[in-house]
């Protein structure tokens, strides 16, 4: 049976996944900080899979923990990623002349890019402070960073209906 995890999932996981995050909820199957040393055997995970949790981590961790990923992976595995895309961000910001706030990629609507470049978590100093966001990727960056933890294959994977992330897939 396929090892597929879910790092981050929160209240939201994904069906077909072993559920892991640093908060204990509904749907959370393991509590587990995954910036740190896993306890997971080498070469025995098939998948990672990491929605808007990387850009909580902080930045100067990125090499061990990409590292410790690539570790449990077997190989042939899939690790995909999805984060803001701070290159999108910046030239919003730069297309606005410098608001705040910016017309939502087609839907009408306006967004704040204060909220989508530190996170909207816990700005009120409540406990989950700490889930604001530690970190900004472009995609090229997110690749260099994957590939000195000896990922392959690296590549974006165009979703037209959602430029402001960066959907990433790459193999061991």
């Given amino acids: 049976m396929a090892v597929r995890l ?6 939201e996981g994904l069906p077909g996944y072993y559920h892991i995050d640093i908060i204990k909820c509904d ?20 998948e990672i899979l990491a929605r808007h949790l990387i850009e909580h981590i ?9 590292e ?3 570790r449990i992976m077997k190989p042939e595995g899939k690790l995909s990623l999805v984060t ?8 919003s910001y730069v297309k606005s002349r410098g608001k705040d706030t910016i017309l939502w990629y087609n839907t009408g609507r306006n967004f704040n890019l204060n909220f989508m470049i530190f996170g909207g978590h816990g700005d009120k100093g409540d406990d989950r402070s700490a889930f604001r966001h530690k970190g900004l990727f472009g995609f090229e960056y ?6 000195m933890a000896k990922f392959r294959n690296v590549a974006r994977i165009e979703k037209s209906e959602q430029p402001y992330n960066i959907f990433c897939e790459a193999i061991k």
């Avoid at 997110?142 to 590939?147: C, D, G, I």
Wanted: glycine share 8%; charged share 35%; proline share 6%.
């Fill in 6 to 11: 879910e790092f981050g999932s929160g209240l």
């Fill in 27 to 46: 749907g959370v199957d393991k509590k587990l900080d995954v910036s740190k040393e896993l306890p997971f055997k080498d070469n025995s995970v098939d």
């Fill in 58 to 66: 902080d930045y100067w961790k990125y090499p061990g923990v990409f």
């Fill in 68 to 70: 410790e990923w690539y």
């Fill in 84 to 91: 803001p895309d701070f290159e999108w961000m910046a030239k």
């Fill in 142 to 147: 997110l690749k260099m960073l994957l590939e």
